[in-house]
């Protein structure tokens, strides 16, 4: 097992940044590929990154590529994800998720292991 617990998410403005954070604990973290799920009121839950088990390589949906950076530190056990120029349909509640994939994955049914999900609020 595998246990995820998210945080960091809160109220924005438009424009602004966060940073979400998720500790994992349970089976070793290096050897799961991690991402970043988010899902709005009403809607499916959708990819938005993901992380090689090393880190090495990134994978983002077309809408937040160059706005978002995912990125994790094996030693700490976290995965992060930076939220840059946030704008209102960045809105959701944010879930992150471990994979135990070759590379990563942008499906949702590979992820095994999920978080409870940290609210984030972008405001006009």
């Known amino acids: 097992q595998v246990q995820l617990v998210e945080s960091g998410g809160g109220l924005v403005q438009a424009g602004g940044s966060l940073r979400l954070s998720c500790a994992a604990s349970?089976?070793?973290?290096?050897?799961?590929?991690m991402g970043w799920f988010r899902q709005a009121p009403g809607k499916e839950r959708e990819f938005v990154a993901a992380i090689t088990r090393n880190g090495g390589s990134t994978y983002y949906a077309d809408s937040v590529k160059g706005r978002f950076t995912i990125s994790r530190d094996n030693a700490k056990n976290t995965v992060y994800l930076q939220m840059n120029s946030l704008k209102p349909e960045d809105t959701a509640v944010y879930y992150c998720a471990a994979a135990a994939v070759y590379g990563l994955s942008i499906r949702r049914n590979d992820y095994s292991y999920w978080g409870q999900g940290t609210q984030v609020t972008v405001s006009t």
């Open positions: 349970g089976r070793t973290f290096s050897n799961y590929a």
